[in-house]
């Protein structure tokens, strides 16, 4: 299983970004997905998450300007981010709990990450 997040970059205050996660390999249901993020020197901190049905929860931080969804059939996770600020600043990570098969546990995948910078 491999989980591939892109729509990282440099943004300016007050900017936008749409991030993306695809699971792929062998995966027979994936129940909730979401996004951290950690910043240089601090822990790994949760962002948003999304169950299979589609109940979000988010971050105080960021309730009002980012948004997670997903695409059940694309096995795809997204955040989009509106009036981003210097302090959004981080390595954003995607992760999604999920089954291999009829007969394997519940595992969480991590996916590589990918750098999000708010600067002027």
């Known amino acids: 299983v491999q989980l591939v997040e892109s729509g990282g970059g440099l943004v300016q205050p007050g900017g936008s970004l749409r991030l993306s996660c695809a699971a792929s390999?062998?995966?027979?249901?994936?129940?909730?997905m979401g996004w951290y993020r950690q910043a240089p020197g601090k822990q790994r901190d949760l962002v948003a998450t999304i169950t299979t049905r589609g109940t979000t929860n988010y971050a105080d931080s960021v309730k009002g300007r980012f948004t997670i969804s997903r695409d059940n059939a694309k096995n795809t996770v997204y955040l989009q981010m509106n009036s981003l600020k210097p302090e959004d600043t981080a390595v954003y990570y995607c992760?999604?709990?999920?089954?291999?098969?009829?007969?394997?546990?519940?595992?969480?995948?991590w996916g590589q990450g990918t750098q999000v910078t708010v600067s002027s």
């Open positions: 390999g062998s995966i027979l249901h994936i129940n909730a």
């Open positions: 992760t999604a709990n999920l089954r291999e098969g009829w007969n394997t546990p519940l595992s969480t995948y």
